[in-house]
């Protein structure tokens, strides 16, 4: 149960999205993935995407502006 | 006070307007809308790079220049936009309530943050990117509300013709994106 830190704080689009789905196909099952961002739009679309993968999914407001979306990889 | 504060970010309501993004629908709904509304009000479908080209040419003239001679400027429609002037002009007033209804946007769903620069291969490539926009917008006659939106919703083709190459423009950005920004 590996837990992975993913930067993507100053990134735009599509940006953190490619990142966390490159960093997702690394993890084993069990692992988690939190992705840090600071952009709006990713806020959006890496919690839709991860979603629709079937993992699961929460969101982590840590400060004005800034997020961390917590995937737990599950298949 | 925090009180006050702390039951306003858990009010449903607050959540449902200010805090989550509105379903794409809402917001598509929104725009075709206010479209209309734009095209009844000012009697041109919305645009939003051509007032940046006027904006230029009022800081061109601000700093003692001209653009009568332009071939850009030439036509009497641009010529009355450019002597009414910037207080005068829909669009100018349209671009600065976008850039105001964007900023109560993220200060209301308390997400307003300044942001770093990462690296400078990315104001490179925002300067690079925003460069080809621009010059793109104004020699195409439009940016992707101008001609693409408002072409397609006046049942103009150029706006479908838009839509393939700004897919295919898109395709290539996507890839040279993946090779130097991963």
Same mark, same amino acid.
């Given at each position: ?57 929460? &969101? ?10 917590? &995937?737990?990889?599950?298949? | 006070?925090?009180?006050? !504060? ?25 725009? !075709? ?15 939003? !790079? ?34 009414? =002037? ?12 976008? &850039? ?11 997400? /307003? ?26 020699? =195409? ?32 950005? !996507?890839?040279?994106?993946?090779? /130097?920004?991963?």
């Amino acid at each position: 149960m590996k837990e992975v830190e993913l930067d993507c704080m100053g990134e735009a689009c599509p940006v953190p999205l490619i990142k966390a789905e490159k960093e997702m196909a690394k993890l084993d099952i069990g692992d988690v993935l939190i992705v840090q961002i600071d952009h709006s739009c990713a806020m959006k679309n890496v919690p839709e995407w991860a979603r629709k993968e079937g993992h699961n999914v929460e &969101i982590e407001e840590v400060d004005d502006g800034e997020w961390e979306v917590i &995937i737990e990889k599950v298949k | 006070m925090k009180t006050l !504060s702390a039951k306003i970010k858990k009010n449903p309501y607050y959540v449902m307007w200010f805090k989550d993004a509105w379903p794409y629908i809402t917001g598509a709904v929104l725009l !075709s809308v206010f479209q209309i509304a734009t095209l009844a009000s000012t009697g041109n479908p919305w645009g939003v !790079s051509a007032v940046f080209a006027n904006w230029g040419a009022w800081l061109y003239e601000l700093v003692g220049g001209s653009v009568d001679k332009w071939y850009y400027f030439a036509s009497e429609g641009a010529q009355a936009t450019l002597e009414r =002037g910037f207080l005068q002009d829909p669009g100018t007033m349209r671009n600065l309530g976008i &850039i105001a209804g964007a900023l109560f946007a993220t200060l209301a769903a308390s997400g /307003f943050k300044f942001k770093k620069i990462k690296s400078w291969r990315q104001v490179l490539a925002a300067v690079l990117g925003g460069l080809l926009m621009g010059y793109g917008a104004r020699i =195409g006659f439009g940016c992707n509300i101008g001609a693409l939106f408002s072409g397609i919703a006046s049942f103009s083709l150029s706006g479908w013709v838009y839509a393939v190459f700004l897919f295919l423009g898109a395709v290539v950005g !996507s890839k040279l994106l993946v090779k /130097f920004f991963m």
